[in-house]
């Protein structure tokens, strides 16, 4: 008994040797020198970039790799001048008010300064290289931790057993790749 075979394959000729496209469809050739490409054109313009059209001819059809890397650096300074355009400042210097003077947030932290950092930084709690605080590096509070006494949940109550059997894969098993399929 023959399977019978889709109706699709079934049109088709039995051998493509002799196979003629229907229709005036156009051989192409190598590319010519300097062919970008739609999609290099595309995003190119998309940054406001003009492609070179001016490009020498060759008989070699490969990219240059120069003519490669300023291209992509053209295309990588659009993006850095996109992205820096789109950028905040870095600080507010139009907003002075004493941090005195600002509406409070619950722990100390000013409202109208623009980041969470500068906020911490300008508390008056002896942060690490603010201020003038006696304690800087924090000493007293890493005796406090090392004079706390252990606690016994830190350790694991139960006893490490051997695995049943050999092949038993746990936790951290090694499995070489030339095993897996």
């Known amino acids: 008994a023959t399977k019978r075979a ?4 079934a049109d088709l000729p039995n051998s493509y040797l002799n196979w003629q496209p229907a229709g005036d469809t156009p051989k192409l050739g190598a590319p010519m020198a300097g062919d970008l490409g739609g999609t290099m054109v595309s995003e190119e313009e998309e940054w406001g970039l003009q492609p070179d059209w001016n490009v020498a001819p060759s008989d070699d059809f490969r990219p240059s790799a120069e003519d490669e890397a300023i291209r992509a650096q053209r295309l990588a300074d659009a993006k850095l001048a996109d992205a820096a355009g789109k950028a905040g400042v870095f600080f507010d210097v139009g907003n002075r008010q004493s941090i005195a003077g600002s509406v409070s947030a619950p722990g100390g932290l000013s409202k109208t300064l623009g980041s969470e950092r500068l ?17 800087q590096n924090l000493q007293a509070e890493k005796i406090a931790f090392a004079a706390e006494k252990r606690d016994g949940d830190i350790y694991n109550p139960h006893d490490v057993e051997t695995p049943v059997s050999p092949y038993q894969v746990m936790a951290g098993t090694l499995i070489p790749a030339s095993l897996v399929t």
Do not use: I, M, R
């Not at 889709?6 to 394959?9: C, I, N, S, V």
């Open 6 to 9: 889709p109706d699709g394959l």
């Open 119 to 135: 906020a911490l930084a300008a508390q008056s709690t002896g942060a690490p290289g603010f201020g003038n605080s006696p304690d």
